[in-house]
């Protein structure tokens, strides 16, 4: 995954390591903020199961981890890491994944981009617990006002907190086993490596996933047009295998809690996309919340911790 131009390599020699764990955690969130409007369209109006798009997306990256690690000869995780990979892949690959498919059917693309922006906080919160990360005050205040303006530009552009419905229960849901799965991720990272954490997750959560697609197919073959399996395609490659190479990465170099606010950018891309991709027009509360999330990530990943 190293680059060889010092000029677009995350790991230059010109970055500081703060600056490289920054640079890698962006573009895995790049490669995530598909990852909505792409379920989106490979659920809508029902051509694919949201069970065979959560579930068959990590058995097609399932096989690439398992090609990886074989042609790179890795040797197997010690004993007292798997149980830690375990919850990586009940987190990111089996409950993130089916949670938004399942709140996809109904949430749009847009909408759902801002409830999943309270991750970061999630997980910086995750990593205070887990990895004894003390942020300064000022981390938490840029973080926690991040968080407030995505929750309540949300809510205004769907007619108040009422407007809180099962599909954002389920995006909620997607966030709290996703934040666990970061957490953990990028701890074991600095000890197993990277993409070697993501594979091994993929393989562990493999037999389920397969029960799982299996059982999609049984109900019904998918009917997907062309660019509905393009984007189940780029779910399995990219985002359910590519983008966490990049992330663990930049996770491993961390701290944790500080790498982890720079997805509070991922719903202005997500957003952005929506609107190619899927033609959903951003409101006025999506702009603004979207300049405010903007301003509060930059803030909190400038902050140094104490």
């Known amino acids: 995954m190293r680059a060889q131009s010092s000029a677009i390599a995350p790991d230059s020699t010109v970055l500081s390591p703060g600056s490289r ?24 109006n029902g051509a694919m199961s949201p069970l065979f798009v959560g579930a068959g997306r990590a058995v097609v990256a399932a096989v690439l981890a398992a090609a990886a690690l074989a042609l790179t000869r890795q040797r197997l995780p010690r004993g007292r890491h798997w149980g830690r990979i375990a919850v990586v892949a009940g987190g990111v690959v089996v409950g993130f994944p089916m949670l938004t498919s399942y709140a996809l059917t109904t949430a749009q693309a847009g909408h759902s981009a801002m409830v999943i922006a309270i991750l970061p906080a999630a997980t910086a919160v995750v990593a205070v617990l887990r990895a004894r990360e003390r942020p300064p005050v000022r981390f938490w205040v840029a973080a926690a006002a991040g968080s407030v303006a995505v929750i309540v530009f949300t809510s ?14 389920l995006l909620l849901g997607a966030v709290a086993t996703a934040a666990v799965g970061y957490a953990e991720g990028g701890l074991l990272a600095r000890e197993i490596g990277a993409w070697q954490t993501i ?5 562990v959560a493999s ?8 059982l999609s197919l049984a109900e019904g073959p998918p009917h ?44 202005v891309m997500t957003i952005c996309w929506a609107a190619l991709l899927v033609g959903e027009s951003p409101t006025w509360e999506v702009v603004a919340g979207g300049a405010v999330v903007v301003m509060c990530a930059g803030t909190a990943v400038r902050v140094r911790r104490t």
């Open 21 to 44: 764990g920054l640079a890698w955690g962006l573009l895995g969130v790049a490669g995530f903020s598909l990852t909505v409007p792409l379920t989106r369209i490979a659920v809508e």
């Open 207 to 214: 037999p389920l996933m397969v029960l799982l697609a299996a």
């Open 224 to 267: 997907g047009s062309a660019a509905q399996w393009a984007s189940f395609v780029y779910l399995g490659i990219v985002s359910m295998f590519l983008g966490f190479f990049a992330w663990y990465r930049g996770l491993a170099i961390g701290p944790i809690s500080r790498v982890g606010q720079v997805q509070l950018t991922q719903p």
């Open 156 to 169: 205004a552009g769907n007619g108040g907190v009422g407007g809180f419905g099962g599909a954002d229960l």
């Open 199 to 203: 594979s091994w997750a993929l393989i």
